[in-house]
């Protein structure tokens, strides 16, 4: 097999996926003497990078339907959520502060009050119930719009679908390190005079997320706020009869971070923003390598 023919299997999301993981490997080498696990993590990064690499080797002899599956969904998942866990293993030892205080302090200074304390006013069980199944669709939503693209066999839009989700995870990552806090649900506990109260699993949903991000100081940007909202704007773009089913959910999931208590407002406006670097500045990024891409593929030819 040729180099070219290995270039040439090359996504714009196999490179973002190597630098990011690049990115962290090297701050675990050089914080290694205040990372309890540090070995930990230089393996899991490792690891997923031979791996990547394995699978864009592959791909190069032979994309065929399994491959397709394992690169393009499997892997993708695999690789954010890995990610996602080690944060915990790493956050608190390169940069320990947190900044919940200025976050709490900002979304006073808007609103002359605390937005989680005063939806105490319209708190109901069955309320609390539904908008912690909004809040948890964000796992399920992009998804439902890159198999939705794969069985569609739109192949260049779930690669460019795919690629700007990949990179608003990422960014959210890079959030949580720069500004890392733990939420309103921890720090704002005291200040709330209701518990919320689901009907049916909300408690059992609430006591996994709790023990899966608890660690994570990840509120900063609200991931679930950019994430949800950039597959909004990629099912509009790419299968609007799916906008319309997600576009209440996604309206409902907006709402829920705050009201369930994980967000503060101004996570949840830093999700915005990160929503819209992604589209803009993700958009031309993939545009110039599909761009040059094409170039290579004529040269060659």
Excluded at 15 to 34: C, E, K, M, P, R
Excluded at 51 to 68: E, H, P, T
Excluded at 133 to 149: D, K
């Amino acid at each position: 097999m040729s180099s070219l023919e290995l270039k040439k299997a090359i996504r714009a999301v196999d490179l973002l996926t190597f630098s990011f993981l690049s990115f962290l490997l090297v701050i675990t080498l050089v914080y290694i003497n205040q990372i309890p696990r540090a070995y930990l993590l230089i393996t899991i990064y490792t690891v997923l990078m031979t791996a990547l690499f394995l699978l864009v080797y592959l791909r190069s002899k032979d994309n065929g339907i399994f491959l397709r599956i394992m690169n393009d969904l499997i892997f993708p998942v695999i690789v954010v959520l890995l990610i996602f866990n080690s944060l915990g293993g790493l956050i608190r030892y390169i940069n320990p502060a947190t900044y919940d205080h200025l976050l709490i302090r900002i979304d006073y200074l808007i609103f002359k009050g605390y937005p989680t304390v005063a939806l105490e006013g319209i708190t109901s069980p069955i309320i609390t119930e539904v908008l912690q199944f909004a809040y948890i669709s964000y796992y399920f939503l992009p998804l439902i719009l890159g198999v939705v693209l794969k069985l569609s066999k739109r192949e260049s839009e779930f690669d460019r679908s795919l690629f700007l989700i990949i990179l608003c995870f990422f960014m959210s990552y890079i959030g949580y390190i720069l500004v890392p806090a733990v939420g309103p649900r921890y720090t704002m506990y005291h200040l709330q005079s209701i518990e919320l109260k689901g009907v049916f699993l909300r408690e059992g949903i609430d006591k996994i997320l709790n023990t899966i991000e608890g660690i994570k100081r990840d509120a900063f940007p609200s991931g679930h706020s950019g994430v949800a909202l950039l597959v909004l704007y990629l099912s509009y773009r790419f299968q609007k009869h799916l906008f319309y089913v997600f576009l209440p959910v996604v309206m409902a999931l907006l709402f829920s971070t705050v009201y369930l208590r994980y967000h503060y407002v101004v996570d949840v406006m830093g999700g915005i923003l990160l929503f819209l670097f992604t589209a803009y500045v993700g958009e031309r990024i993939y545009t110039c390598w599909e761009r040059k891409r094409i170039s290579d593929e004529e040269v060659t030819q």
